[in-house]
């Protein structure tokens, strides 16, 4: 009955997780082990000392936390086996992604400012700005141009590009009634127009950049989100049926047109057949996956960095070579908690633009998972995205850190009800 | 000795990993679990507690109707039996008990008191017959008791 109080918290399991992970890294050797037991050190007060916060101060949801550290943790342990410099900074960067998500949190919730109306002009604009800039300055690493690089830093716009678009998405659906469209001439004619087709002209100007960068995963994941926004918040089913037949249309166009879809395509129905070339990314992963049996190789004991991009894409197929079936599952069984404490809030709030920004992210959070793991395992096409909070990358770990902190901010401000279940649990 | 450790430890993290999951997965199976006997039929013997507020207006998980089949605690900590998340409510705020053939409701030492048709109980507890208003917290019920106890 009073299981919540005893050593096998939640919280301790992830401390516990941590404390162990780092001293396999101390043992895993390199010439700067012992920076690695200071910075678990850190890790561990770090998550520790905030998710305490988070429960002493009754901020909102004391999962989603949690199940970001679990995840983080088991990013960091496979990265720094995988690299030990990569790993190092990924635990730099994790610091650095809490704190973001601890600063995120206080300023929405305290402040109205990312709700507010005139916001509705700044997202998109903002989005369309840092396309731009992408387009004119970036490089292209890995095929997609999607890289800018300040002050020796690079960073992937689109990374925050996308939670913009979910809040805008959120004003939109909260302020619909008022969107006014005034002289809109159709083919001639001036007729009243449903204002969501204005979402829609921003939705596919946005995913017009990324194709115009070659960000197919990228591309994927807005449709996706863009169509479960349809879904959940308008109710023109034809409308969705269009989009669909829109979608299919494109990618079919888009496969007889470029000789880069028509490689994913061709992966995926059959890699055996260029195992040595094309198709030699997916098969290693299908290997690594498979020699990794029902408990994993042991961290360290495996080869999955055959694989190239293990550390960031294909991140997936070195925890199921490592960590096993159990291991993988365990990871996937993780996001389906985090989604669904998402899903909950925005069910449980009464704010459409709280609710549509908590089911944005959440939607984030859920499709690029599906789109990746689904990738390295040979379920959809590959395209390269990053795997929420595992995967290695600044860009990609601060900003999942920052919808993260938005996540926490909006059940917050849920019904006071949700932050008592915490004391009643003590 | 690296080996060694990391045979050893992949059994563990996958422990650590499911014996998270089940903390996690627990712990919010008792945010949302609250005793309910929504399946039962009306028609029973047992008297039962019946919400008057409307439960929209309520910004917390309630049922329509609480059945009291034996002795029951109600309050916002999950050790009750009937556990509401109603912040007016204590964490054991009230108990209902079955003695001398008649019902009762104690208060637990509630910060916000419960009332029977708007009188406090006191110390010594109150009895309840069919009909009566029961005040906890934010919530109004209706003590139903349709079956007649002086038959036996």
């Known amino acids: 009955m009073n299981g919540s109080n005893s050593i096998f918290k939640p919280v301790r399991m992830v401390l516990l997780f941590n404390f162990l992970a780092f001293i396999l890294m101390y043992f895993y050797g390199s010439e700067n082990s012992l920076n690695v037991l200071l910075l678990g050190l850190a890790v561990i007060f770090t998550i520790g000392i905030l998710y305490h916060i988070i429960k002493v101060y009754d901020w909102g949801d004391e999962y989603l936390f949690l199940i970001a550290s679990m995840l983080c943790s088991i990013g960091i342990l496979m990265i ?143 449709f996706l989100i863009f169509f479960s926004f349809l879904y959940a918040f308008d109710n023109h089913r034809s409308f969705l049926f269009v989009n669909g037949v829109f979608a299919l249309v494109g990618g079919f166009v888009g496969y007889l047109l470029l000789d880069h879809i028509q490689v994913r395509i061709w992966t995926w129905i059959d890699p055996w057949s260029d195992m040595a070339g094309k198709g030699y990314q997916i098969t290693q992963s299908l290997f690594a996956i498979g020699a990794g049996g ?132 003590e | 000795m690296f080996e060694i450790l990391a045979s050893f430890l992949k059994y563990v993290f996958i422990i650590i990993i499911y014996y998270f999951i089940y903390g996690i997965i627990r712990l919010i199976y008792l945010d949302i679990s609250t005793t309910t006997h929504t399946g039962r039929s009306l028609s029973s013997k047992d008297p039962y507690l019946k919400l008057i507020n409307r439960r929209e207006s309520l910004n917390f998980k309630v049922e329509e109707s609480y059945f009291l089949d034996s002795t029951k605690t109600i309050g916002r900590s999950n050790k009750n039996q009937i556990i509401i998340k109603d912040p007016f409510l204590s964490s054991e705020h009230a108990e209902f008990v079955f003695k001398n053939n008649y019902w009762y409701v104690f208060d637990l030492g509630s910060k916000n008191g419960v009332y029977v048709n708007n009188l406090k109980v006191e110390d010594i507890g109150q009895s309840l017959n069919d009909g009566d208003t029961i005040h906890l917290g934010q919530l109004d019920f209706i003590f139903v008791d349709q079956f007649d106890r002086s038959d036996r």
């Open chain 1, 80 to 222: 720094y086996r995988l690299d030990p410099d990569y790993g190092i900074r990924q635990i730099k960067w994790f610091g650095l992604g809490t704190a973001v998500f601890f600063l995120t949190f206080i300023f929405l919730g305290k402040t109205k400012f990312w709700s507010s109306k005139p916001m509705i002009y700044a997202y998109p604009l903002i989005s369309i700005f840092l396309f731009s800039v992408t387009l004119i300055f970036g490089q292209r690493i890995g095929g997609a141009k999607n890289w800018i690089e300040i002050f020796g830093i690079n960073v992937q716009p689109w990374e925050i590009i996308k939670l913009l678009y979910v809040f805008y998405a959120g004003l939109f659906f909260s302020n619909r009634e008022l969107i006014y469209l005034p002289t809109v001439n159709l083919k001639g004619k001036a007729i009243k127009i449903n204002s969501i087709f204005l979402f829609s002209l921003i939705s596919y100007v946005h995913l017009g950049f990324l194709v115009l960068q070659r960000e197919w995963g990228g591309a994927v994941l807005l």
């Open chain 1, 294 to 425: 029902f408990f994993g190789t042991g961290i360290g004991l495996g080869n999955p960095e055959i694989i190239p991009e293990v550390h960031t894409d294909f991140i997936f197929s070195a925890i199921c070579e490592e960590m096993g079936i159990f291991g993988g599952v365990a990871v996937v069984l993780l996001y389906f908690l985090l989604v669904y404490r998402g899903i909950k809030i925005s069910l449980r709030i009464d704010n459409i633009f709280y609710k549509a920004a908590s089911f944005g992210i959440t939607a984030i959070f859920g499709f690029q998972t599906f789109i990746i793991i689904g990738g390295v395992i040979k379920l959809v096409p590959l395209t390269g995205i990053t795997l929420p909070f595992i995967s290695y990358g600044g860009s990609s770990l601060i900003s999942t850190f920052l919808a993260l902190g938005a996540l926490q901010a909006v059940s917050m401000k849920n019904s006071f009800s949700a932050s008592k279940v915490v004391e009643a649990d």
